[in-house]
Each structure stands twice: as structure tokens, then as C-alpha cells.
């Protein structure tokens, strides 16, 4: 045998050892990469921060309003003569004022990021539970008027999902959500204080819907400098660029008002006429806001007239707070009245709905 | 398609891997699958372009084969012509018409002629500039008998379309790909997936757990331009010039890693070009399809360095103006590419002369520090910011205040800066890493890989995706 041969043969099983290794090396790729993104899937789907998994084994990062509301009507004795929906900004208005000014029961439903589709489920639910007693509503709204995207948190929850036959289940997009590094942190922030320690929720309801008054310094809307806060707003206005055309577009989309449309057919169905308010702005971004011609409150006033032409409601604007007698101490942050300001704007809101409320 | 998504990641590869290897034992399906696949590629951005990437594919392949078949020098003259004009007519048509047309506007309405011509937004295909270059250099090779064209349609579109190098390169040749796309790669081997998941998850890490950390701090400061320190310009000279780097040598990495993945070898794209000793070096370095590809068929046909200093120093400016014009249609991508005209030209002369410092760490200091100064002006909006940034860095608007170089330059940034920095000058590039495969590594390399893609919801496009 030749030196070359020799060589040619020897080289054969080193090939095979080289072949083997470089198995090996894609091998342990592909078990950890696929291993540590299962496992991370696996840990968020179970701690389920944002509530998209409905999986309920700890308390969510997310305020899990939706469902304490929905336990809360389940709770009442007697079905509430008003029913307040909406989004935080509507969370302040308690249902002892109201029963102050037009003698009614009154319920809170509004839930935090509340649009349409949470105020349509809280709306059915009541209908259902109470199902021989016609009410009266108030819905808080923000310029654009309605959303028709299902927050995963009510989706999950099996009471609100025969009133929601488009809400999408637990998807790619939430996967997706799942995989990353900032799902991860909030689901280890949220496994150190609910299983490596107790957690329990820092805020609170009475049984009609409203804030504990404890709470009110835990809301996520409490800002630490109001001004500072409004620096920001009224800087944020400034730059905002979007034409009255884009807004038209937007609002001429007919998906985006399925549950608004939807709610109001229901209650006008059963003879009952809610009451819409244009959430109050602060008294200085609105005017940073009016200065650029502020066009989304333009599309959203001739949404309003094209839904008074099918539906019947009372529309009552309070986005200038000036209207009503807003202080503009009395605020939360640059979005939100604080209690005092939103007793004010209950009392113009009572005074305008023409009758809708009595 | 990003490289960087879950779409691409979790549903494209692994189909298109399946596609490809599965047809191993038919070479036509074969190639017409890629072809496909890459076009679909293509596509999901914006199938209106489409066209644009497919016309552009055909009239080079004819071309190519006419001035194969002619033997008359004016035909083949006329022919390439035909060709070059084509496609540096669709890249003027895409890239440049609207700035053209505005820049036209701004003398007008200087000399009080109002704005005379329409203003144009066009919206620029996706990888254009790649494309191009890609199909431009086949006419040419083919035209200085280089290259034999092919006649089989499905391999040009192939090396055209290749999803790897379509939307941000590296700018391949045809001579980098015809024996490869002549005989494929029968199967995967181990060798084979081994470098390529070793070259896509470096890839991933570069672009996801580096480039795209730094972008927020080099996004906050370049918005605070006018109100930078000299401590503060620094820091958004250097950050952005290693996130450059990181994000479009990441790029380069994944796609030369998915070349693999898929039987290919591609050119390499980046050599550690902050190790460069000069500013020549560096440009042998940086980008180095691009370079090479301005080296082989604009500054050599212009004279190159073998003329007079005079003519050398011409070549070079009129060389890096193109470079920079091909990169954006903006007067910034203009006075980038001049500047750099004028980096090369003075290194010419100085060299000539036998002035340039002997030093090394001297000669990579400053060449560092001008490459990162001229790339303040290819990051900036406009030539305003970069003049604002680069007075900044001469020390004209004087020293950050402390509580105004906290904020802008917080604790995190600066360290991310100076580890890479460290980075940068001591670690070899991907592509000097002798990978002696082992489990426990190829282990690491998928954890780390795991880790970037958990952060891709938070993921910025490639930089190089915009030209």
C-alpha cells in the first residue's frame, strides 16, 4: 500500500468523526433554539400577563376589570336603572352622584381601554340578567368614537363570548406577543409577586361598579406631575399631523362601528335611548389641538350626524370643559378628570341628555 | 419579507428548505421552485414591483446572449448600451427622478422661477439598487468575454431572484455563481446546514441583540441635533457608525448564511473594516461587493491609479460620488460619497509622497474617526443636521452640561458603545471564526439565536433595506 493510499484511508473515518460533529453542532441548534422559545412560549402562555391566553393561573399584569365588572353585575340583587360604560376616563363617574341627580341606580361598567365592543357585552349582559327592566345608558367616548377590536381579556372571558362572534381565540399574533423578551419580563415581574409572594390587586371596586377611593392612587392614569404631564400632551398635539381627510377615511370604515352599530340597534330595539359624551379634553391641548384645525373632532361630529340618522341617542359634547366648569386643577393626568371635576361634568351631563336620564 | 420575522423564520425557510432539498433529484423543478420562491419573496413586500424585478431579469438574459452571438464590436457596443441604459434607466426612473425634479424646483424657486416641474413621489422597489448592480455586471462580463452567458432562462432567474442577496445584497456575480447554479448541491450536509446556522443566528445577534439596541440612543440624538455637546456628537458618531455596521454586516451574515443553508457560497461582504489602517483599507473592507464592484467596472475603465496623481485623484472622486449617488437620492448620500472622493484622493497623494503616519494604531485611530465624521453625514435628514453635528464634534457649540449628557447619553449606551468599540478592534469577523463544531456550541448558537428573536417585535427594518 502506497503512502498516498495510506492517507486516502486514514482520512475516510477522521471525514466520518468530522461529519459527526457537524450533526452534533446543528443538532444542539435546533433542540435549543426551538427548546428555549417553546419554553418561553410555554412560561408566558401559563403567567399569561396580558391575559390573552386565558389561562387564569395568577392574577394578570393587566387590569382584569373586565371580568370583575362581569362578576359585579352578576352580584346585584336588583338590576342598576343607569348603566355607565366606557373607558377610564369613565371609571370616575359613580353611581351614588347620579343617584343624586336623577334619582336612579345607577351601575358603573366603564373598563380600562373600554371601547365599543366591552361597552356592547356589559350592555347584553345586563339585558340578560335583568332581562325585564329597560335602562337608561351613559357611554363615555373619546374622539374617533369606537373601536371594533375585542381586547383579548374579555374574549377570554366565557361570559362575554356569546356577544362576540368575531372576537379572534388565542392566535399567531399573540404568539408572537408571547415570544418576546417584553412578555417574558412582565411575566417574570408578574411570577416574583404572585408565586415566589402573594399579589392581590391594588385596586378595587364597591359592588356598583366605582372606585374605592384607596384606589383612585393606584389608577395607571395617576400621574405624578399633572404639568409635566400636560407639557407632554400639548407637545404631542403639536406634532400631530393627520388630515380630516384621513379621518374621514378611517370613520367611513364600516367594520371599525360593527359592536357600536350593533349596541345601539339593541337598545333601541327595546325603546331605550343612551346618552353619548365626548370625554373632556384639558383645557390647553385642546387648544394646541384647535389650532391646527383639529380635524378628527370634525370627522367625529359628522360620524355622529350620520348615526343620528339610524340611531336614536342624546349627544352630549364635553370635550371642552369650560362647557361644564372643569377646573383645570381637577385632573388626574392631562386625559383624565379627577372625581371632583367629573361630579361636575355628571351634573352638565344630566342637565343636557333631555330627559334621557330622568 | 424581513429576515428578522417570524414570517420569514417560521414559515418561508423551513418551507422553502423543504421545496429545495426535496427536489435535489430534479435540477429544472428545482431552480424554477427557487425562482418562484424568491419572486414570492419579492412579492410580499410589494407585487407591484414585481414586474419591474422580472422585466429587468428578461432584458438582461436576451442581451446577454445577443452580445454573446455577435461578432460586430459596434453591435455589441450598442447592445450593452441597451442594456446599461435599461437598467440605470429604471434605477434613474425609481430612485432618482423625484429628487431630481426637486432639486430642479429648488434652483427655480431661488431664482424666483416658482417650482416649474411636477412633484413626484415615487415609491422606490425594494432592493433596486441590488438587483441592478447584479444584472449589469453579467452584461458587462459578458461584453469583455469574462463570461460565457447562459442559455438556460431558469438559472439566471435564479441568480438574479436568489431570496438571499435579492433585497440588500451582497452584490453577486454572475462568475460568483455560475458553476454553482450549473451544478447544485445534490444534499444538505452537515458541513453545509452547520455554517449556515452558525452564519444566520451571528446574523441575528448582530442585527437584533446590537444594531437594534443602539438605534434608539443614535435615534435621540441625531433629533437633538442642534442642541449636541461635544461629548454628545461624538457619541452619535460612533454609535451610529458601529450600528451601521452591526446591522448591515448582520444582514450580509444571515444571507450568506442562508446561501449556505441552501448549497450556495456568496462573496464575503464585510472584513473588520474598523481594523482598517486607512481609508483605502477601509473600502476594501466595508461593503466589499459594492466596492469592488465600483473598483472592477467604473474606477479601473476610468484610469484607476495608473495614471498621473492628477487623474488618479479624479477617478477616486468620481468614483465615490456615484458610490454615494447610488445610495440614496439625497444631497447627503452626494457629499458622503464626495467626501470619501476626497479621502481616497488625499491618501493617493499622501502615499505618493511617503507622508502617511507608520504607526498602526495611529493610522487606525484616524481612519476610524473619519470614516465615523463621514458617516454623520450619511446618517443625517439633511446637510443642516450633519453641519450641526459636525460643528458639535469640532468642539464649536461647546461641552455637554452633565445633566444633558445623562440624559442624552445615558450609563447603558455608553458602555454598549465602549464594549464595542473593544469589540470591533480585538475580536475576529464571522468569517475569520474557524467553526470546529461541537453540540455544546452549536447549542449556544441557538440559544443565542432564541434570545434575538425574541426580541423581533421590537425590531427596526435593515438600514440597507432603503437603498
Known amino acids: 500500500m502506497s503512502a498516498r493510499q495510506a492517507v486516502a484511508i486514514g482520512d475516510v473515518p477522521r471525514a466520518r468523526a468530522e461529519a459527526a460533529t457537524q450533526r452534533g453542532f446543528v443538532g444542539g441548534f435546533l433542540c435549543s433554539f426551538f427548546l428555549a422559545l417553546a419554553a418561553v412560549l410555554a412560561f408566558n402562555v401559563v403567567v399569561d400577563p396580558f391575559a390573552l391566553a386565558g389561562t387564569g393561573v395568577v392574577p394578570t399584569a393587566v387590569e382584569p376589570d373586565r371580568s370583575i365588572k362581569l362578576d359585579l353585575l352578576e352580584g346585584l340583587k336588583r338590576g342598576p336603572q343607569i348603566l355607565i360604560l366606557g373607558d377610564s376616563r369613565g371609571r370616575q363617574a359613580q353611581p351614588s352622584e347620579l343617584k343624586r341627580l336623577t334619582g336612579h341606580t345607577a351601575f358603573n361598567a366603564a373598563v380600562t381601554g373600554g371601547s365599543a365592543p366591552d361597552a356592547y357585552v356589559m350592555v347584553r349582559y345586563a339585558a340578560a340578567l335583568f332581562p325585564h327592566q329597560k335602562r337608561r345608558y351613559i357611554w363615555f367616548t373619546d374622539i374617533g368614537l369606537a373601536s371594533s377590536t375585542v381586547q383579548p381579556q374579555l374574549a377570554a372571558d366565557p361570559r362575554a363570548r356569546p356577544y362576540l362572534p368575531d372576537a379572534p381565540g388565542f392566535g399567531l399574533g399573540d404568539v408572537e406577543t408571547y415570544l418576546s423578551t417584553g412578555a417574558t419580563k412582565t411575566s417574570w415581574r408578574v411570577f416574583e409577586k404572585c408565586v415566589l409572594a402573594a399579589c392581590h390587586s391594588l385596586i378595587r371596586y364597591h359592588p356598583d361598579g366605582s372606585l374605592t377611593n384607596q384606589s383612585l392612587h393606584y389608577l395607571p392614569e395617576h400621574a405624578k406631575s399633572l404639568r409635566a404631564d400636560v407639557r407632554r400632551a400639548v407637545a404631542s398635539a403639536r406634532a400631530r399631523s393627520e388630515t380630516l381627510a384621513q379621518w374621514r377615511h378611517d370613520l367611513a370604515a364600516p367594520a371599525r362601528f360593527a359592536y357600536l352599530d350593533r349596541m345601539l340597534a339593541f337598545m333601541n330595539r327595546r325603546g331605550e335611548v343612551p346618552v353619548i359624551v365626548l370625554n373632556p379634553i384639558y383645557p390647553s391641548v385642546l387648544a394646541a389641538l384647535e389650532r391646527h384645525g383639529f380635524p378628527a373632532r370634525r370627522a367625529t361630529l359628522e360620524k355622529i350626524a350620520q348615526l343620528h340618522k339610524r340611531f336614536r341617542f342624546v349627544f352630549v359634547d364635553c370635550e371642552d370643559s369650560r362647557k361644564w366648569g372643569g377646573r383645570p386643577d381637577d385632573w388626574t393626568n392631562a386625559t383624565h378628570v379627577n372625581r371632583a371635576n367629573m361630579r361636575r361634568e355628571l351634573g352638565y351631563i344630566v342637565r343636557h341628555s333631555h330627559g334621557a336620564l330622568r | 419579507m424581513l429576515f428578522n420575522s417570524y414570517a420569514f423564520l417560521f414559515a418561508f425557510l423551513p418551507a422553502v428548505l423543504a421545496g429545495w432539498w426535496g427536489l435535489s433529484r430534479w435540477r429544472r423543478p428545482r431552480l424554477a421552485f427557487l425562482t418562484g420562491a424568491s419572486w414570492f419573496f419579492y412579492a410580499w413586500w410589494d407585487w407591484r414591483y414585481l414586474p419591474v424585478l422580472i422585466g429587468a431579469t428578461s432584458i438582461d438574459y436576451v442581451a446577454g446572449l445577443w452580445i454573446a452571438r455577435s461578432e460586430s464590436e459596434t453591435r455589441r457596443r450598442f447592445l450593452l448600451a441597451a442594456s446599461l441604459t435599461t437598467n440605470l434607466g429604471i434605477l434613474a426612473y425609481f430612485k432618482f427622478a423625484g429628487f431630481f425634479f426637486g432639486s430642479l424646483n429648488g434652483i427655480g424657486s431661488t431664482l424666483g422661477l416658482g417650482a416649474p416641474l411636477p412633484s413626484l413621489h415615487i415609491l422606490l422597489p425594494i432592493g433596486i439598487s441590488f438587483y441592478t448592480f447584479n444584472s449589469m455586471s453579467y452584461t458587462i462580463d459578458i461584453f469583455r468575454r469574462r463570461v460565457e452567458p447562459t442559455r438556460d432562462l431558469l438559472v439566471y432567474t435564479t441568480f438574479v431572484g436568489l431570496f438571499p442577496h435579492l433585497i440588500a445584497g451582497p452584490i453577486v456575480r454572475f462568475t460568483d455563481l455560475a458553476d454553482q447554479l450549473k451544478r447544485l448541491t445534490p444534499r444538505l450536509t452537515s458541513e453545509t446546514a452547520a455554517r449556515g446556522a452558525f452564519l444566520l443566528s451571528c446574523g441575528l445577534v448582530k442585527k437584533l441583540l446590537i444594531a437594534d439596541q443602539l438605534n434608539p440612543y443614535v435615534g435621540r440624538l441625531y433629533t437633538a441635533h442642534a442642541h449636541l455637546g461635544l461629548a454628545s456628537s461624538w457619541a452619535a458618531a460612533v454609535g451610529y457608525s458601529l450600528q451601521l455596521y452591526f446591522d448591515f454586516s448582520g444582514y450580509s451574515d444571515m444571507a450568506v448564511g442562508l446561501a449556505w443553508l441552501l448549497g450556495f457560497r456568496f462573496p464575503q461582504n464585510f472584513n473588520s473594516p474598523f481594523k482598517a489602517v486607512n481609508i483605502s483599507d477601509f ?71 511617503g507622508w502617511t503616519p507608520r504607526a498602526v494604531a495611529v493610522n487606525r485611530a484616524v481612519t476610524f474617526l473619519l470614516g465615523c465624521g463621514a458617516f454623520v453625514i450619511f446618517r443625517s435628514p439633511s446637510l443642516g443636521i450633519a453641519g450641526d453635528v459636525l460643528s458639535s464634534m469640532l468642539g464649536l457649540h461647546g461641552l455637554d452640561s452633565s445633566s444633558q449628557f445623562a440624559a442624552l447619553v445615558p450609563f447603558r449606551f455608553a458602555l454598549l458603545i465602549g464594549a464595542l468599540l473593544v469589540f470591533v478592534n480585538v475580536a475576529p469577523n464571522t468569517w475569520q471564526i474557524r467553526l470546529k463544531p461541537r453540540v455544546w456550541q452549536g447549542m449556544a448558537a441557538g440559544l443565542a439565536a432564541a434570545i434575538a428573536v425574541m426580541t423581533i417585535s421590537q425590531a427596526h427594518p435593515f438600514l440597507y433595506f432603503q437603498f
Open chain 2, 283 to 353: 473600502w476594501r473592507r466595508w461593503h466589499m461587493s459594492l466596492s469592488s464592484w465600483f473598483r472592477d467596472y467604473l474606477f479601473i475603465p476610468l484610469g484607476g491609479s495608473q495614471r498621473s496623481a492628477r487623474r488618479t485623484v479624479l477617478n477616486l472622486v468620481v468614483t465615490m460620488f456615484l458610490a454615494g449617488l447610488w445610495h440614496g437620492a439625497a444631497w447627503t448620500f452626494v457629499v458622503w460619497g464626495l467626501v470619501h472622493g476626497f479621502f481616497l484622493g488625499s491618501h493617493a497623494v499622501l502615499r505618493r509622497a
